[in-house]
């Protein structure tokens, strides 16, 4: 019996993974050179192994909905969701697949994978920080910047319009 057990319990502990307990993902962007739009998209799903003393042995295989993407005005939010921008219909997910995570200090770590957005995929990388640790969580915090002309989006809209660099943070709290 206690072979059996061992058997079933030894390869659930080798694939351990954290559970995303709550994140937030915001952005924002440079609109006629004049304005900022801000935004959010709803929570990042997806597998997470992080062990911040083995970052050689984490990843990072997230998710989120295009779909949920709020910049507080329903026309405008209605326009991202098609062809011209996220093309939900066809790509309903932006991903982030690490393939190599590395500590650079003590609470800093980089992260080196690839983004995917409307089924475009390039190299990514990022820092990101253990901003927070307690006895049964770790919040981790990210800032980076999207090229929205890689990903095809707004096309059709000149830097003028829309810029091009789209700031982005991302703070994710995962279960130990």
Same mark, same amino acid.
């Given at each position: 019996?206690?072979?059996?057990?061992?058997?079933?319990?030894?390869?659930?502990?080798?694939?351990?993974?954290?559970? =995303?307990?709550?994140?937030?993902?915001?952005? #924002?962007?440079?609109?006629?050179?004049?304005?900022?739009?801000?935004?959010?998209?709803?929570?990042?799903?997806?597998?997470?192994?992080?062990?911040?003393?083995?970052?050689? /042995?984490?990843?990072?295989?997230?998710?989120? /909905?295009?779909?949920?993407?709020?910049?507080?005005?329903?026309?405008?939010? #209605?326009?991202?969701?098609? /062809?011209?921008?996220?093309?939900?219909? *066809?790509?309903?997910? =932006?991903? =982030?697949?690490?393939?190599? =995570?590395?500590?650079?200090?003590?609470?800093?770590?980089?992260?080196?994978?690839?983004?995917?957005?409307?089924?475009?995929? *390039?190299?990514?990388?990022?820092?990101?920080?253990?901003?927070?640790?307690?006895?049964t969580s770790f919040?981790?915090?990210?800032?980076?910047?999207?090229?929205? *002309?890689?990903?095809?989006?707004?096309d059709s809209y000149?830097?003028?319009?829309?810029?091009? *660099?789209? #700031?982005?943070?991302?703070?994710?709290?995962?279960?130990?």
């Open positions: 019996m206690r072979a059996l057990f061992i058997l079933f319990f030894i390869p659930f502990c080798l694939q351990a993974q954290n559970e =995303i307990l709550s994140s937030e993902v915001t952005f #924002e962007v440079g609109n006629l050179w004049v304005n900022t739009v801000d935004g959010s998209f709803d929570g990042v799903e997806g597998e997470v192994k992080f062990l911040p003393r083995k970052p050689e /042995e984490s990843y990072f295989r997230v998710y989120l /909905e295009a779909s949920t993407i709020d910049t507080d005005n329903d026309k405008r939010d #209605e326009h991202l969701l098609t /062809e011209d921008f996220f093309h939900v219909e *066809e790509h309903p997910h =932006i991903f =982030i697949d690490s393939e190599k =995570i590395y500590r650079l200090d003590e609470n800093e770590y980089r992260l080196e994978g690839s983004l995917t957005i409307k089924g475009i995929s *390039e190299s990514f990388e990022t820092t990101f920080v253990l901003a927070d640790e307690t006895a919040t981790l915090s990210s800032d980076f910047v999207v090229e929205r *002309e890689k990903f095809k989006l707004g000149g830097g003028f319009v829309i810029a091009d *660099e789209i #700031e982005v943070r991302v703070v994710m709290s995962l279960s130990k």
